[in-house]
């Protein structure tokens, strides 16, 4: 795979540019981005949070569904779900609430669609960004547009959402 690298600003300029919709493939069972580190220990702590760490990104969601622009991804998770991934779905309600599509997929089914091992973004239909981590979380991306890598990309999408079940639905069938 070949594609253009950039670093973290040129692939948060993405959420800026597009013009219909985001979408994430999200592998991983922990990420390490500095503006979560403090709200993760409160979390692992049963500190409370009022969220405001995460407000920009809910009005920005919400800002954009209002626009007519999709915004969504698919989570794969783990079993049992590591710290991180609880701590996400602590707040993921409130994501979903603002108008982003989150869809959820066990291990199990992530393994039987043959998801690759690494996160992405498409923007567009036409535009993939794939991450790349370092020690502060979102190093840099490699963007790729050439339409038959596109299409590859495309293809993981339509599969994973076929299989992935939205939040809400997950989250009902939890004790």
């Given amino acids: 795979?070949?594609?253009?690298?950039?670093?973290?600003?040129?692939?948060?300029?993405?959420?800026?540019?597009f013009h219909s919709s985001a979408w994430r493939l999200e592998i991983q069972g922990t990420y390490?981005?500095?503006?979560?580190?403090?709200?993760?220990?409160?979390?692992?702590?049963?500190?409370?949070?009022?969220?405001?760490?995460?407000?920009?990104?809910?009005?920005?969601v919400t800002e954009q569904s209002a626009s007519g622009r999709r915004i969504g991804r698919?989570?794969?998770?783990t079993e049992p779900l590591t710290d991180y991934l609880r701590?996400?779905?602590?707040?993921?309600?409130?994501?979903?609430?603002?108008?982003?599509?989150?869809?959820?997929?066990?291990?199990?089914?992530?393994?039987?669609l043959d998801l690759p091992r690494e996160d992405f973004w498409f923007f567009d239909d036409h535009l993939v960004a794939v991450l790349r981590f370092g020690d502060t979380g979102v190093a840099t991306a490699e963007l790729i547009d050439d339409p038959a890598e596109v299409n590859r990309y495309r293809a993981v999408q339509h599969r994973a959402l076929s299989a992935a079940v939205p939040y809400r639905e997950w989250a009902a069938r939890q004790p």
Avoid at 1 to 17: I, N, P, S, Y
């Fill in 1 to 17: 795979m070949t594609g253009r690298l950039v670093e973290r600003a040129g692939f948060e300029r993405l959420f800026d540019d």
């Fill in 32 to 60: 390490d981005e500095p503006e979560e580190r403090e709200p993760l220990r409160r979390f692992l702590a049963g500190e409370p949070d009022d969220l405001e760490w995460m407000a920009d990104w809910f009005e920005w």
């Fill in 74 to 77: 698919v989570r794969v998770l």
């Fill in 87 to 112: 701590f996400e779905l602590s707040f993921t309600g409130h994501a979903v609430d603002a108008g982003e599509d989150i869809r959820l997929l066990t291990p199990a089914d992530a393994a039987r």
